[in-house]
């Protein structure tokens, strides 16, 4: 079965810093992955995926995400860090399901804290 | 275009009352799944529907249902509630074309008293 593991349950950056999130996951075939966002109250906002093709892929909000698949991980970036960018963070596998469903499979989050 | 709606925002509800959730999703989407989040359990796939039919089903009591209308629209049920099932109830729906992406509502919160 697939897993998620974001080793870091909280973070805290000052504004105007980089930020790294780390993400590894376990599963046996080439996996579509995924980061979402959630601020308080919301449901979760796709930041960005990989599928396939070029490791390193944009999404919004300035992110950008590193597949490496001799670490199992894909880590979440940004250069510079904006204090709106307070949110939780879950990082997400994609399975195919027998019958042609689909099923995510999600970290237990890290929650970023952004100092002023 | 809309994004996933779900109604209601809040619900609460005590031990023994069932609960129905409603979701609309993007137009076009055929799937729909369900997520329960929690703080001790995080994020947990609950089910997905596609055409009116449950196609996956995750680790859940039987209590939890679901269904999925001819517009695509779904309902999820859950019956004589305990405690234990207050929280965030997501939905989500994904175009079953290539585009192999899960959408999200802004979910129902759930507490039972």
């Known amino acids: 079965a697939q897993s998620v593991t974001q080793p870091d349950i909280h973070i805290t950056v000052s504004e105007g810093a980089s930020l790294e999130l780390r993400c590894n996951y376990s599963?046996?075939?080439?996996?579509?992955l995924f980061w979402y966002v959630q601020s308080p109250g919301q449901g979760l906002q796709l930041l960005l995926k990989y599928f396939s093709g070029d490791t390193l892929v944009q999404g919004i909000k300035g992110f950008e995400a590193e597949f490496k698949r001799s670490q199992s991980s894909f880590n979440l970036r940004k250069p510079s860090v904006h204090w709106s960018d307070a949110a939780e963070y879950f990082c997400?596998?994609?399975?195919?399901?027998?019958?042609?469903?689909?099923?995510?499979?999600f970290g237990t989050g890290t929650q970023l804290k952004v100092e002023l | 275009k809309a994004g996933v709606t779900q109604t209601p925002r809040y619900l609460i509800k005590t031990r023994g009352q069932q609960v129905t959730l409603s979701c609309s999703p993007i137009?076009?989407?055929?799937?729909v799944s369900w997520y329960q989040q929690t703080p001790g359990q995080g994020l947990q796939f609950l089910f997905e529907y596609f055409s009116e039919t449950q196609r996956n089903k995750g680790n859940f009591p039987g209590r939890f249902s679901g269904r999925q209308f001819s517009n695509s629209r779904s309902e999820m049920n859950v019956s004589t509630l305990e405690l234990g099932d207050s929280a965030l109830y997501l939905c989500?729906?994904?175009?079953?074309?290539?585009?192999?992406?899960?959408?999200f509502g802004a979910g129902t919160r759930l507490s039972v008293l």
């Open positions: 137009s076009g989407h055929r799937s």
């Open positions: 997400a596998v994609g399975r195919a399901l027998t019958g042609g469903g689909n099923k995510l499979t």
């Open positions: 989500a729906s994904r175009s079953t074309g290539s585009e192999n992406i899960q959408y």
């Open positions: 599963y046996g075939a080439t996996p579509y």
